[in-house]
Every structure is written in structure tokens, then in C-alpha cells.
């Protein structure tokens, strides 16, 4: 079938082609940006925290006196620890899908002017490793020595682990044994390297930047409590444990928030991200929809402004499948047109949500993937008209004479 007269048809009908060519390029911009997004947060839902989230309770406490905090915190891991069902008891300033609380800039360089880098230092006490589940795979855990008085933002230690992908990321190509990190007023030397510890609040661009400093129970270790249990006495060790914050601390404030299993915390935590997720959804099933109905609606219509000459061409010789492949190809050349233009306006769309939300750029994968699924979107959305189209008869031809 010859081109030029689909276009010179087209050609005829310029504003209703170019609106239906709009709309597709608005499709695209959309779905492709909105899938990517989707994708990005099913990903990070998806995270591994590196930790056993499966047999740990957290219980954050507030209100506390900052000339008690030693004294409290020993009496409350004490009767932590006594917890029927209770194998391990931490303190620490944050736990992962809790809030941040060291989050701070730092640089690997002593020379450097800038604190360039940025990452989060969890703060835990002798039993925060253990408790947790962190797996070590190079160097050493902290020893008596590594441990110092929290007085201010990091301990008073010269010591501090750092996550694997996160070593690699700093010094690419070396090992992170032995190197310096230089963070607020002290120095600290990498000893050892964890698997994996996702930051309290993990995103798109950010999830294990993260470093372990050991901290003494004292000011600023004293607000997160972590609770290693026996499988599947979670639920009654979060009950005993709210019951023996009242009895042992009555002047204390539990955080309820922030307190709960730590597979509560990351349901909690992710929430707005799995909203999110079924909100684009909606949106691209409402997009597609309306684009749908748009490409049947002008097919329709130029069906039936067309009934005369497709009996013309029928009468001529022109087969039901000629006449078929006429509107899907015409069809066709709309949504290329659309997509083209959709294309230049996907990536405008991603440069204005990497500047405004901090986004990561658009894999240009999408783009095929987008073209693809809005070439078959428009074949059969197109299908129905072009079909009534092909049954129209040569008779017609001689209708209005």
C-alpha cells in the first residue's frame, strides 16, 4: 500500500491528527516517567535491610533526663534482658525505618576543606552488632577499646565500620581496611566491613551509606532500644516490653511511632511509597483509557465521513483487508508522530523531576518500552472502527447518487 495518500488524507485533516498526536506524546511523557517511578519505588520496598527484621522489637523512649540517661539506660536493658523470650538487648541512636539521628557530612581526605560526603553513623552499644544480625565480611568487629562516652554527636573512639557497597562506592578499586574518615572534630579508622545496614530512611538515591561507631550507654544512647527475640514471640515481647517501660521509667514517654516490630516499622515506613505506587497506577490505567477512546472516537469518525469513498475503493477492487491495513496504518503514522514528539518531552518531564524531587535520570530503556506499548494501545484501539470500515459495502458508492 503507497504511502502519500494516507499522508495527503492526514494532510486533510491536520488539526485532528495533530490532537490525537498530542495526546499520544503526552502518553508517553507520562507513562514512561510515571512507570519509572513505580518501578523505583517497588525497588526500594523491596530493600534488604541487612538486618534480621524478622526477630526484632524496637522500643523508643523520649522525655528522658540527660543527667539520668546512663542510669536509665542500664536499668532498662537490664529488664529488657529479662523478658521471657528475649535473647539480646542494644542500644543505639537509630535503627533502620526509624528517624535518622546521625546523619552528618564528612570527607576521606584530611587535606579536603569540605565535608563532601554524606552518610549516616549509627551509634550502638557492645551488643548492637549481635542484636541486630549484621554479618561481617572483613576486618573486625569492635573490641573493649573501640568503645567511647557519647558526649556529643559521635562517640569518643577512634574506630568505625562501614557498609560493603558504601566502602566501594568511597574507594573504589582498595580496600576500605585501615582508611580515615573525617567527621566532625575526630578521625576514624575503618576496622571492619558489614554486608549490608540500610540508613533509617532509606530512598531512591540513597539506602546503604551508612557507618557503625561504638558507643558507651550515655547521652545519646538511650532513645532506641533493640530487642532480639525467639522466633515468633515477637508480638508478646513488644507487650511485656511497653508494661516494663511504665513500671520501671513511669516519667518516660514511649514513642509509639517509632516503636513496634521491626516488620511494623518498615509496613509504616513505606506506606506513602506503596499510595504513591497505586496512585501512578491509576493514573497510567486513566491515561491509557482516555488515549484509547480518543484514537476509537476520531476513527470512528472519519469512518463515517469516509463511507463513500471506502465504497468507491471497494467497487474499484480493494479488498476488506485493504482497507483494514488503510486505517491501521494510518493510525500507525499518528502515534509515531506522537511518540517522537513524546519522546523529546519524557526527557524534559524527568530533567524537571530530577531538579524538583531529586529523582534519578530516566534509563532510556523506557523509552522502546513506552513506544511499544502505545503502538499496540493504538492497533487495537483502531481495530474496531477499521474492521466496521472493511464491511462497508461497494453498493455504498452508489448510495447518494
Given at each position: 500500500?503507497?504511502?502519500r ?7 486533510r485533516?491536520?488539526?485532528?491528527s ?36 524478622s ?39 537509630a ?23 554524606q ?32 558526649t ?13 557497597s ?8 582498595e ?25 533509617p ?8 551509606n ?12 538511650s ?19 511497653r ?36 496512585l ?11 488515549t ?9 469518525f ?5 463511507r463513500?469513498?471506502?465504497g468507491?475503493r ?14 491501521q ?14 519522546m523529546v ?19 532510556w ?16 484501539a ?8 472493511a ?11
Amino acid at each position: 500500500m503507497q504511502i502519500r495518500p494516507i499522508f495527503a488524507a492526514l494532510r486533510r485533516h491536520r488539526m485532528a491528527s495533530f490532537l490525537i498526536a498530542m495526546e499520544i506524546a503526552l502518553a508517553c511523557a507520562i507513562l514512561c516517567n510515571a512507570l519509572f517511578m513505580i518501578i523505583n519505588r517497588v525497588q526500594l520496598m523491596q530493600l534488604q535491610s541487612g538486618i534480621d527484621e524478622s526477630r526484632l522489637v524496637v522500643v523508643s523512649i523520649t522525655g528522658v533526663d540527660a543527667n539520668e540517661t546512663a542510669d536509665m539506660a542500664a536499668r532498662m536493658k537490664a529488664g529488657f534482658a529479662g523478658i521471657t523470650g528475649v535473647e539480646s538487648v542494644a542500644i543505639a541512636n537509630a535503627v533502620p525505618f526509624t528517624p535518622r539521628a546521625g546523619e552528618a557530612g564528612f570527607r576521606i581526605k584530611a587535606d579536603d576543606p569540605h565535608y563532601n560526603q554524606q552518610g549516616h553513623f549509627y551509634v550502638g552499644d557492645v551488643g548492637f552488632a549481635k542484636t541486630l544480625g549484621l554479618r561481617l565480611v572483613a576486618g573486625r568487629w569492635f573490641g573493649p577499646d573501640d568503645y567511647g562516652n557519647v558526649t556529643s554527636f559521635l562517640p569518643a573512639s577512634h574506630t568505625i565500620m562501614v557498609d560493603r557497597s558504601y566502602a566501594e562506592h568511597l574507594w573504589p578499586g582498595e580496600s576500605a581496611l585501615g582508611k580515615q574518615v573525617y567527621a566532625g572534630d575526630g578521625s576514624y579508622q575503618v576496622v571492619g566491613i558489614y554486608d549490608r545496614l540500610a540508613r533509617p530512611d532509606p530512598s531512591v538515591d540513597a539506602t546503604e551509606n551508612t557507618f557503625v561507631t561504638g558507643g558507651l550507654d550515655g547521652r545519646g544512647l538511650s532513645n532506641v532500644y533493640v530487642l532480639r527475640t525467639a522466633p515468633d514471640q515477637r508480638l508478646r515481647v513488644l507487650a511485656d516490653a511497653r508494661a516494663l517501660v511504665l513500671r520501671v521509667a513511669p516519667t518516660v514517654v514511649v514513642d509509639n511511632d517509632n516503636t513496634g516490630t521491626l516488620s511494623d516499622l518498615r509496613r509504616i515506613y513505606f506506606a506513602s511509597d506503596r499510595a504513591m505506587a497505586r496512585l501512578l497506577i491509576g493514573v497510567i490505567a486513566a491515561l491509557l483509557m482516555v488515549t484509547a477512546l480518543g484514537i476509537v472516537g476520531l476513527a470512528s469518525f472519519w469512518v463515517g465521513q469516509r463511507r463513500k469513498q471506502i465504497g468507491v475503493r471497494r467497487a474499484l477492487g480493494a479488498r476488506r483487508v485493504d482497507i483494514l491495513r488503510y486505517f491501521q496504518i494510518e493510525n500507525f503514522l499518528i502515534v509515531s508522530g506522537g511518540i517522537a514528539v513524546g519522546m523529546v518531552l519524557t526527557f524534559g518531564v524527568n530533567l524537571l523531576l530530577m531538579e524538583k524531587y531529586e529523582l534519578p535520570r530516566l534509563p532510556w530503556i523506557y523509552l522502546p518500552t513506552a513506544a511499544v506499548a502505545l503502538w499496540v494501545l493504538g492497533q487495537l484501539a483502531v481495530l474496531a472502527p477499521a474492521l466496521r470500515a472493511a464491511a462497508v459495502p461497494p453498493v455504498e458508492a452508489t448510495r447518494s447518487v
